[in-house]
C-alpha cells in the first residue's frame, strides 16, 4: 500500500459523459433518507471517472454516496448531450456556463504489477482554481477505502472539516442463541465477524487509538469487561480477549479514557452500582462515583478530567457530570423522566444521548454551554448514540419490522439514512471508531 | 499364628467397611464378623492352636487366654463400630428423606413456592405488595431449609439504556434477596446476578410481553 500525494496543474483529463449517480451499486444495505434545505447545501458534481472497468464508475459512485450522506451536498448532474468529454476540469468558462460549482473529475487504472493506480482532481470553478489534486497506489482490495479516502480529501476541503468515511464501526449482531462483535466500514460495507459467543455480548467500545475493542459479556452469570486486539485498518482481530479483573460484582458499561490508559466501568455489587477507573498496566482501579443508587454508562471528557455518567440518584435516570479529580458532581439533564447513555462529542461541546418523553425513546443532543436538549429522531426505540469522530454524524441503534438496525443523523438533525444490515441481521449498539492514522 | 491372621483379615475387611463411603446396609453385613461362618472360622483356629499339643500346658493356657481377651476387645469395637454406622445411616436416610421433602414440596403444583418470579413496573425495582405471599413463601421455604442454595435472575424488557437495564435488573434481583432475607433466609444462601434487557422470555413488543420481562426469576440451584 502506499500513499502518493501529487498536486499538479499539469495533468489534463477528458471528462467522460455524465451518467446518472445512483448509489444502488455502491451501497445496497443502505437507505438513504436526507431532509435538508437544499439552498444550505454544497453543490459538487463528481464526472465518471476516467478509466477502464466498473471500478472507475464505483470510484465516482461511493464519492458521490460519501458526501451526499453528510446532508451537506446536494449532488448535481450535469446535461450529457453537451459534449463534456471535450471539457477539461480547466476549462472554467465552459463549467460555469453550466452552473457547475466544484467538480470532481478522476482516472483509474490497473498497473502491471497487480496494483491499482486511481487519481482525482477537485476544481473550484467559481474560483478558477484546482484546490485538490491526490494520486492513489494500493491493492486491488482496497478500491473502496481509496474512494473513500478521496471523499475525506473533498469533504475536507469543502467543509473545513475533517471527513471520516475511512472510520470503522463495531456494532452487535444478535442472532438465536448467539451474540456476535462485527467490525464494518462506517458505510456498512465490509462486516466482518470478529468474536461471537452463547452469552450477550454488549457495549462494544473503540480504544482512542483504534487499536483494541472493549466490551461486556458474561463470565460464570456475572457480567464482565474484555478488550480485544483489532487491526483498524483491515477490520480484523489480532488477538484473543482478554477479561479485565473481573472484580467482584457485575462488571460492565466500559468507557476508555483519553490516553487509552484506563478504562472506566461500572461496578454493581451489594444493590449498587458505582463507576471506577481501572489502570490496565497493573489492574489497580479508583472509586468515582460513590451513590446508594445505579451510577454507570461513564463516558470521559477528552481532557480526561471529568466523566458523564447515567444515575437514577433522583429515583429516575439522569446525566450528570463528575470530576475526576475532587468530589464534585453536577446534575445535567432535567427535561424528561429518562435520560442515558450519555456520550461527550470530540470537543467536549455536547453530549448525545438517549431521552424518554411521550412514550418514545430517541436520541438526541444536549448543548453543554446551553443545557438545551434537541432531540434528532423520530423512533420508538432509539438507542446506543455513538458520536462520529469529527463530531457531525452520530450512529445509534433503531429497529424497523421487528429487528434492530442502525442509523444515522447528522448533528443537525439535518441529514437522516438508515442501514439494514446483511441476511437482516439483528443490530444493535454500534461504537463510532477513531480518525485512521495516514 | 493363623488366629492371628483370621483375626488381622476380618479387621482389615471391617475397615475397609467402615472407610467405604456407602455404607448401605448391604456392604456393611458382608463384612459382618459377627456372622456365624466367621466366627466359627474364629473358634476352629482356637482349636487348632489347642490341637498343636507339645508344647508347654501353661505356655497354650496364656496363649489361648490372651486371644479371647483380644476377641472380647475386638468385639466391643466392633459392636461400637457397627452402632456408629447404624447411626450414620439413620442420618443418611433421614437426609434423603428431608431432600425428597424439599423437592416435593417444590415440585408441587399450585403453591406458592411454584410461583419462581416476581414482575416490576418499568423502570421500578419495587416488590409490588401482591408478590410478598410468595417472597414470603420462598423466604420461609429457605429459613427452614438452610442447605437450599437460590439464584436470582434479574431482567428487564426492552425499553431504555442497555447498561442501564443490566444495573436495573441487579437491583431488582438485590432487594429481592434483601426481602428473602428478612424472611428468615441467609445471604450465603442467596445469589444474585442480572441479564438487563439481554434474555428476554417473551419477545412482542406490546405491554403485555414487557411486563412478563420485567421480572426476576428464582431459580433453586439443583432445579437449573
Redesign the interface.
Known amino acids: 500500500m502506499s500513499f502518493v500525494l501529487r498536486v499538479s496543474n499539469a495533468l489534463v483529463h477528458t471528462a467522460l459523459i455524465v451518467s446518472i449517480l445512483f448509489f444502488g451499486i455502491a451501497s445496497a444495505q443502505v437507505e438513504i433518507e436526507i431532509i435538508a434545505d437544499e439552498g444550505s447545501k454544497i453543490p459538487i458534481t463528481v464526472l465518471p471517472f476516467g478509466g477502464e472497468g466498473e471500478e472507475a464508475d464505483l470510484i465516482a459512485e461511493i464519492i458521490s454516496a460519501d458526501l451526499t450522506k453528510t446532508g451537506l451536498f446536494s449532488i448535481q448532474d450535469v446535461e450529457t448531450s453537451w459534449g463534456l468529454s471535450k471539457l477539461k476540469g480547466e476549462d472554467f468558462a465552459d463549467w460555469q456556463e453550466r452552473k457547475v460549482q466544484n467538480l470532481v473529475v478522476g482516472k483509474f487504472a490497473k498497473l502491471k504489477d497487480g496494483r491499482i493506480q486511481a487519481s482525482f482532481w477537485l476544481y473550484d470553478i467559481l474560483g478558477q482554481a484546482m484546490s485538490v489534486g491526490y494520486q492513489i497506489k494500493d491493492d486491488p482490495k482496497q478500491l473502496r477505502r481509496t474512494a473513500h479516502h478521496f471523499a475525506d480529501l473533498i469533504y475536507e476541503k469543502l467543509t473545513g472539516d475533517k471527513g471520516v468515511f475511512r472510520t470503522k464501526i463495531a456494532y452487535v449482531v444478535r442472532k438465536t442463541d448467539l451474540s456476535a462483535l462485527v467490525i464494518a466500514d462506517s458505510d456498512g460495507h465490509n462486516p466482518n465477524e470478529i468474536f461471537s459467543s452463547k452469552e ?1 455480548i ?2 462494544p467500545r473503540w480504544s482512542p487509538t483504534g487499536d483494541q475493542i472493549a466490551f ?1 459479556s ?1 463470565l460464570n ?3 464482565a469487561v474484555y478488550v480485544v486486539p483489532v487491526n483498524y485498518q483491515t477490520g480484523r482481530v489480532s488477538g484473543k480477549p482478554e477479561v479485565i479483573g473481573p472484580f467482584p460484582g ?1 462488571n ?2 466500559p468507557a476508555w479514557s483519553p490516553d487509552g490508559k484506563r478504562l472506566a466501568i ?1 461496578i ?1 455489587k ?2 449498587r ?1 458505582d463507576i471506577f477507573s481501572v489502570l490496565l498496566s497493573d489492574r489497580s482501579k479508583v472509586q468515582l462515583t460513590n451513590s446508594r443508587s ?1 451510577d ?2 461513564p463516558s470521559f471528557s477528552h481532557d480526561g478530567k471529568s466523566i458523564v455518567f ?1 444515575s ?1 440518584r433522583t429515583g ?2 439522569q446525566i450528570y457530570k463528575a470530576s475526576i479529580s475532587q468530589v464534585s458532581e453536577v446534575r445535567l439533564t432535567y427535561a424528561g423522566r ?1 435520560n ?2 450519555a456520550q461527550l462529542s470530540p470537543d467536549d461541546s455536547f453530549l448525545a444521548l ?1 431521552h ?1 418523553d411521550e412514550g418514545r ?1 430517541n436520541v438526541g443532543t444536549l448543548d453543554m454551554q446551553t443545557g438545551i436538549v434537541q432531540i434528532l429522531t423520530k423512533g420508538t ?1 432509539d ?2 448514540p455513538s458520536i462520529a469522530p469529527n463530531g457531525k454524524v452520530i450512529v445509534y441503534a433503531s429497529e424497523a419490522n ?1 429487528r434492530g438496525i442502525l442509523r444515522f443523523v447528522s448533528k443537525n438533525g439535518r441529514a437522516k439514512l438508515r442501514y439494514l444490515g446483511p441476511k437482516g441481521d439483528d443490530i ?2 454500534p461504537s463510532w471508531g477513531p480518525f485512521i492514522k495516514d | 499364628m493363623t488366629a492371628r491372621i483370621l483375626l488381622l483379615a476380618g479387621l482389615v475387611a471391617v475397615c475397609a467397611g467402615c472407610s467405604s463411603k456407602t455404607k448401605t446396609n448391604a456392604d456393611i453385613e458382608q463384612r459382618d464378623l459377627f456372622d456365624p461362618s466367621n466366627r466359627r472360622s474364629f473358634e476352629q483356629s482356637v482349636e487348632s492352636v489347642e490341637a498343636g499339643g507339645d508344647q508347654n500346658e501353661g505356655d497354650l493356657k496364656a496363649q489361648q487366654d490372651e486371644l479371647k481377651r483380644e476377641f472380647e476387645r475386638e468385639e466391643q469395637r466392633l459392636l461400637e463400630e457397627r452402632s456408629k454406622i447404624d447411626k450414620e445411616n439413620a442420618a443418611i436416610q433421614a437426609e434423603q428423606e428431608r431432600e425428597a421433602e424439599i423437592e416435593r414440596q417444590l415440585a408441587e403444583k399450585n403453591s406458592l413456592l411454584s410461583q419462581r418470579s416476581v414482575f416490576y413496573n418499568f423502570d421500578s425495582s419495587l416488590i409490588q405488595p401482591e408478590y410478598r405471599p410468595i417472597v414470603q413463601a420462598h423466604g420461609d421455604f429457605l429459613s427452614r431449609n438452610p442447605q437450599v442454595r437460590i439464584r436470582i435472575e434479574g431482567n428487564c424488557d426492552d425499553r431504555g439504556s442497555r447498561e442501564y437495564n443490566l444495573a436495573l435488573g441487579q437491583s431488582r434481583a438485590e432487594q429481592l434477596k434483601q426481602a428473602l432475607i428478612l424472611e428468615g433466609a441467609s445471604p450465603d444462601q442467596i445469589d444474585v446476578m442480572s441479564y438487563g434487557a439481554e434474555r428476554p422470555s417473551f419477545f412482542g413488543i406490546n405491554e403485555e410481553s414487557r411486563a412478563k420481562n420485567r421480572r426476576s426469576d428464582l431459580v433453586y440451584i439443583d432445579e437449573s
Open positions: 450477550p454488549l457495549s461486556v458474561f452469570r456475572r457480567a457485575s460492565s458499561a461500572a454493581s451489594d444493590g452500582s445505579i454507570t454508562e447515567t437514577d429516575q435516570p429518562y442515558a447513555s438517549m424518554y425513546f426505540l438507542q446506543s421487528g444493535r449498539e
